[in-house]
């Protein structure tokens, strides 16, 4: 029973310079967050040694009754979060919720309309050599040319065209929010189900500054990490029974054996964080510095050097930056940002001429950051940081005054004092 630092001091020296690479940089990877002290000990707890196949109260193994106490309680904080009827708490990753989901609404060789991988989908909205463009037939969406939004009149036009069995409202990369009741008026115009994969906002959701997907979507898939702050995870819901039926069945034993209980267990605590005021509050900062960053990366002298943001600002917790008339391109401006302890992923943009490991973009979010106490002074800072990066004018001086203001933010903002 040697503690880890004994045992294995290789995995334990890598755990803490991970925990020294996350206190002393500025995480701005816009799907990424902290969970709480609570969260990470309920899934580094004994629940990962139970196998509990099957859902609560109808399990194939002896000795669920406490998992089952956790899995009730997760499901029943989930589904008082978001409204919804139903909710299965099992799915290991969004990826898998979404497979389930899809498994429960269709069958393989349908066809599926998602928003295309480039103008900011999912791996798992029908991208080629996913289990999603493999299994069913794949058509995409875009974003318009002409401002960046989700071209609505275009989603329509390819229901009418492909008539998809399934339409899925979603996004990984992109800054505004999507009309739930159009998706739903399309999908019904061509009796298609309806799927919003909401893993990205569903924090901003839970906070109600965001619309909620719950009333239109036949289903509503999410990751528990991103902005619900939870342990990394998946989740489906569901206002229908038959379709909630479908869902448990295609969860298990359709795509997954055992729950990971430890890990349901912080679900259950994160939900349970999620519905709290100070959580609500911390949604609140998360959008008002991506506004701040919004507006600060549009100013003037930005502006100058060819950088902008897509759409001109943001409604949720993230901006994409556009580089295509900029010098820089993403993977330079990934590696500036890194060299003064930002951590960023480079983007590709709609349309974007640079090749996919370079790109001209960038995605920064402010979840993680709110999530560790950055206020709107905090955030006017951060946007100042990042926009004198991405200025011609940054140097080797430039470079080490920007790593000691940022290392003034994290000092500022202590991360897992406890640990
Ligand atoms: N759905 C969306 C919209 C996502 O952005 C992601 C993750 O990036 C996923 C699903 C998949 O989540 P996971 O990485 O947990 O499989």
Not at 5 to 17: G, N, T
Not at 247 to 275: C, D, R, T, W, Y
Request: overall charge negative; aromatic content about 6%; proline content about 5%.
């Amino acid at each position: 029973d040697a503690p880890l630092a004994d045992f294995d001091p290789e995995v334990y020296a890598a755990l803490r310079a991970e925990l020294g690479r996350q206190r002393d940089t500025l995480e701005m990877i816009a799907s990424e967050n902290f969970a709480p002290l609570a969260v990470l000990q309920a899934q580094g707890s004994v629940l990962t040694n139970k196998y509990a196949e099957g859902y609560p109260g109808r399990r194939y193994y002896g000795g669920c009754e406490h998992v089952d106490v956790v899995e009730q309680l997760a499901i029943d904080r989930v589904k008082a979060l978001f409204g919804a009827g139903f909710a299965n708490v099992q799915p290991h990753s969004g990826a898998q919720a979404n497979a389930a989901a899809m498994m429960a609404l269709i069958q393989p060789g349908d066809t599926i309309l998602g928003l295309d991988l480039a103008h900011g989908g999912h791996l798992t909205h029908g991208m080629r050599i996913n289990f999603s463009g493999r299994l069913y037939h794949a058509v995409a969406y875009h974003v318009s040319a002409d401002d960046g939004r989700v071209d609505l009149a275009e989603v329509e036009r390819l229901a009418l065209e492909h008539r998809p069995a399934l339409i899925i409202a979603g996004w990984s990369a992109y800054p505004r929010q999507l009309d739930f009741a159009a998706f739903r008026k399309i999908a019904d115009l061509v009796g298609a189900r309806l799927m919003v994969d909401m893993a990205h906002f569903a924090g901003l959701v839970a906070a109600g500054l965001h619309p909620n997907p719950v009333p239109f979507a036949d289903v509503v898939t999410t990751t528990t990490h991103k902005t619900l702050g939870g342990p990394r995870g998946g989740v489906v819901l569901s206002n229908d029974e038959e379709v909630a039926r479908k869902v448990n069945s295609a969860v298990f034993p359709g795509q997954q054996g055992g729950p990971l209980e430890h890990v349901i267990a912080a679900k259950a605590v994160g939900f349970k964080m999620a519905a709290s005021a100070e959580f609500a509050q911390r949604q609140q900062r998360t959008l008002d510095g991506a506004r701040l960053l919004a507006r600060r990366l549009g100013a003037a002298d930005v502006a100058a050097a060819g950088v902008s943001v897509l759409t001109g600002g943001t409604d949720v917790h993230l901006v994409l930056v556009d580089l295509r008339a900029s010098a820089l391109d993403g993977r330079q401006a990934e590696d500036r940002l890194h060299g003064i302890g930002i951590t960023v992923n480079r983007n590709a943009v709609p349309g974007d001429p640079r090749p996919p490991m370079v790109t001209s973009g960038l995605r920064i979010g402010t979840a993680a950051l709110a999530a560790r106490g950055f206020g709107e002074a905090d955030f006017a800072e951060v946007a100042d940081i990042v926009a004198a990066a991405l200025l011609p004018t940054f140097d080797d001086a430039t470079a080490s005054a920007l790593r000691d203001r940022v290392a003034a933010l994290t000092a500022a903002h202590p991360l897992y004092p406890a640990l």
